[in-house]
């Protein structure tokens, strides 16, 4: 008998059906992986699954009993429990990571009313051991990486004696051997018998994992592959047309250098190294997180200082002391999570497309100070259709874009006015394939300016780049003899 | 990942959410007006146009100095000063005109730019020191509150002032500066409302119509975001806050060219009430946020609630608890109503 059976489930907002007659079943200790571009109704039939949202039509039964969540809450407890791709919110930071394992504890006061230090130790180490992780408990919560923070959250989950666990994006925030650690703890889970369903953009996820994937497209299931999964044909699947040639010609030619880095350092301690990136080239940096991926963008940005060497922009020095000068010499970047580094919340003035696109661009397109002409909208207008953002209008809320076209929309920011190097920090975190696809073209379009990629994961290294070089240690690996000329192709 | 995505688009509006979204954006404008006319209904005294110059005279102060909030509140920070600012104002311009004999062509500017310099300060404090707004801008309250009460020795300024070193002040106001307080132009509309109207327009098209609103709010929004941006939010804040301190001693001014004393009590509850209309007016337009227009309507229609009170001899000490009433209504229109939506 299935742990789970959900059948004929579907659900409107307004008149948009989110999800058409969908069917999911999981096995018990099977690893079930949902896959859908953004829209297709993922993260609606997860809402339905953990008690977010009702269904408007269907059943779902858990271990052959009917299954209506009214809440999160009421899920956990009959052991289906969520763990969402945002994990800032399991713990408090200024609390320990003892108080963020046991915090469902003191809400249902499992807890003693008057707790000493040493009794939450004891509980939180139980909580930990029943998982098997092993966790600093007396560090404040704000100082653990997102792979521990998730851990936190699954040790949570199993403390509450979850049967189906869903991981909702669990790699999005992770570095590759962060990613690695969490594969290794959800086949623990699939070990003990714990059902994963699990959403995630990432096929090496999937291909690490995935007992048996099922495809959304547009609410409705449209395929379902067993292991040995051919991603091929689910990508084909998922995004309902044919996968163009999923890695890039490797161009060879490109212009005059642009950007050029000299003896190098990120800190007094790490190794120097050169870097040229040319007018018209893509190079992926790649390594793990805390490898100085975005120190080194950073650093060329304006927000930090290089330790030691020289740095020359199109042949002259360059050095900016803040991202107002980077700017002004050329060099833009589009930080890592847009939603802290580039967009304005939503309900607020500048929450629109055209003025996430404009906000750098204020004082060329208003130079009277004055913002009458309207030429954020028609900038904004050319953007959407240049770059295919599924929007009718620049006025709409960039809020109410997925995140792929949400991410259309910062690459449009850089590439309203001209640029000598552009600078991209983790520019697919949260893109489905699709919309990937379109930024990868956008980006590889620009013969006039250099682009600069940091990436933990090398798959997308190698789909968007010209060229791939490896970070570590504060230091790039100069893999192939003579640097910068060298093409460096690595099997994955 | 984002929760909108699936029913971003095409979603055609109901007849209910129509209404609702009328109720909530017009509200306060709709209050406003069921207030007027039940006022002029019932004591048609209040209708005459030289009452309703009276309330905007009576609010004008308080709008001003809300508007300088509203902008300290759009760059995300929040000045707790401003009260202080113009109850010190008001003893800088009596002590200027009084103790220092300057007439009101010196005394106006000394005492703006002593509005700037304190913003300067707070700016000071929250950008360069870190120190958090809330904090840096009471803890600037309470110094300008004790610093108002030195040069007199804590006594109130008026003409023929006995000086704490024993001698007796010569000055007196400059009628011209009366004027700003006490005239009206064409005999009808008061200068402070002239004032207040010309305040208002003007942050209301620098908040909404310019670039430097646009970042006003976007550093308030995302500070990080609009700083990747290549602006200087550091510049911005700290035009917030003079600004902020500026407008305050204007209102500052105009109180002591109403009352023509610098009194030590005076702008005891301005600080409230200007915070007040900021915040009612998130209200207005259904807009949830800090903005100019809203500021000045709110500090109307508390003024319009108030006089039309009076009018019907509700007691004086029944006025704290209807702002407050209005307040609490207000930002459970402007959170509550609303939040069906999501």
Known sequence: MSLLVAEHVSHAFGSTKALTDSHLSVEAGEVVALMGANGAGKSTLVKILSGVIRPDAGRVTLNGKPYAPESPADAATRGVVTVHQSTDVVGIPGLTVADALLLQHYVEKRSPFFLSRASVRRQARRVLDEAGFHLPLDRDFAELGAADRQMVAIARALSNKAELLILDEPTASLSMQEASRLYDIVRGLKARGIAVLYISHRTADLAALADRVVILRGGRNVGAFSRPVDFDAAIETMIGRPLSAARPKKRERFGRPVIELRGARLFPDSAPFDLVVREGEVVAVTGVLGAGKSRLLSSLFGLKRLADGEVLLDGKPYAPKNPEEAIAAGVVLAGEDRHRSSLIPAGWPGETIAATISLPHLPRWYPSGFMFSGRERREGNLAINRLGIKALDALASVWSLSGGNQQKVVIARWEAEPSRALLLDEPFQGVDVGARQDIIAAIRAHADRATLIATSDSEEAHEVADRVIEIDHHSLIDKAHGGENGQQEESI | ?342
Not at chain 2, 119 to 148: C, E, H, K, W, Y
Not at chain 2, 204 to 233: D, K, P, S, V
Not at chain 2, 292 to 297: F, H, N, R, S
């Open chain 2, 1 to 342: 990942m984002s929760p909108v995505t699936e029913n971003a688009h095409g979603e055609t509006p109901r007849h209910t959410d129509v209404v609702k979204d009328v109720v909530r954006r017009g509200a306060v404008f709709i209050l406003l007006a069921l207030l007027v006319v039940g006022f002029s209904w019932t004591q048609p005294a209040f209708a005459n146009i030289n009452n309703l110059m009276s309330i905007l005279q009576a609010v004008s102060v308080v709008a001003i100095i809300g508007t300088g909030v509203t902008v300290t509140l759009a760059i995300g920070g929040f000045d707790l000063s401003v009260g202080a600012v113009a109850a010190s104002a008001v003893m800088a311009a009596s002590y200027a005109m009084i103790v220092l004999g300057l007439n009101a062509y010196q005394t106006v500017p000394v005492v703006l730019a002593f509005g700037a310099l304190v913003g300067l300060v707070n700016a000071f404090l929250i950008v360069r020191l870190q120190v958090p707004d809330l904090l840096a801008t009471l803890s600037m309250m309470f110094l300008l509150m004790g610093l108002q009460l030195i040069p007199t020795a804590g006594r109130s300024i008026s003409v023929g002032l006995i000086l704490p070193d024993g001698s007796t002040a010569s000055g007196s106001y400059d009628p011209m500066f009366l004027m700003i307080g006490r005239s009206s132009l064409f005999g009808l509309v008061p200068l402070a409302v002239v004032l207040m109207l010309l305040t208002a327009v003007t942050l209301y098209i620098l908040t909404e119509r310019t670039r430097l609103g646009r970042l006003l709010y976007a550093t308030g929004g995302n500070e990080l975001a609009t700083r990747l941006a290549g602006a200087n939010t550091a510049r911005i804040k700290t035009f917030a806050y003079v600004l902020s301190g500026v407008l305050a001693a204007l209102g500052g001014v105009i109180v002591a060219a109403r009352v023509g004393r610098g009194d030590v009590s005076s702008g005891a509850s301005l600080l409230m009430d200007s915070v007040a209309a900021s915040l009612i007016g998130f209200a207005v337009l259904g807009l949830r946020r800090p903005n100019v227009l809203g500021t000045v309507i709110g500090a109307v229609f508390v003024g319009v609630l108030l006089n039309g009170l009076t009018m019907l001899n509700a007691p004086y000490y029944t006025q704290d608890f209807i702002k407050g009433a209005v307040l609490v209504g207000a930002l459970a229109l402007t959170y509550g109503v609303s939040r069906a939506k999501s």
